[in-house]
């Protein structure tokens, strides 16, 4: 049984009829964004809710803007010099454990390239992903506590202050082995044209 929190978009229904629209089956689906067709499934049976990323790869397959998907109409330009966004609007996620925080600080258009977070950690929380996109490597600077890297079969356990570069195609993990919680800017990189 899915649980669907109050206040975020449930965008399986509009990927599924964005992809039936264009009459693509899954499997082409998976071809033309470059993400996984188990990954297409589980979105759009409303099991994962897909990274600025992967919403970018999907709507450039669609040909759309990902306004266009999330609301159903192409979006007017405006021009704004200095776009705020409250503290409330911005979009958070969290582990499948709840034990880590994800805040997406990154603006949608950056995301085919790059994405940037604010994560917090409780005391022993972990963030286990699965591998992105080749060449996508992930930049993390610990702000408070200690924080283990696993990337590639190695090990590091990065210091308040310190920063951790490592690839981000392969399985790869942050564990807080501080005593207490741990807050991290995490900004993830990939290669032009992935």
């Known amino acids: 049984m899915s649980t669907k929190r109050k206040g975020v ?55 759309m803007d990902i306004y266009e998907l999330l609301e159903g109409a192409p979006r007017e330009p405006e021009v704004v010099k200095i776009e705020a966004v409250p503290a409330n609007l911005t979009p958070t996620m969290s582990s499948p454990d709840g034990s880590c925080v994800m805040r997406i600080l990154s603006p949608v258009e950056n995301a085919a390239l790059c ?40 090990t590091e356990t990065v210091e308040a202050g310190g920063t951790a570069r490592y690839p981000a195609d392969c399985d790869h993990a942050l564990i807080n082995v501080g005593d207490g919680n741990a807050v991290a800017l995490l900004v993830v990189e990939r290669l032009q044209g992935l």
């Open 115 to 154: 994405e940037w977070y604010e994560l917090s950690f409780e005391a022993a929380g972990a963030l286990r992903s699965a591998p992105h996109a080749e060449g996508t490597r992930e930049h993390l600077t610990v702000l408070s506590g200690r924080i283990e890297v696993e990337s590639a079969g190695d």
């Open 9 to 63: 978009p449930q965008i399986g229904d509009k990927v599924r009829d964005a992809r039936k629209e264009k009459k693509l089956t899954l499997d082409q689906l998976a071809k033309l964004s470059g993400v996984s067709k188990s990954m297409l499934s589980q979105i759009e049976r409303g099991q994962a809710n897909p990274t600025f990323a992967t919403l970018w790869s999907l709507t450039q397959s669609f040909g």
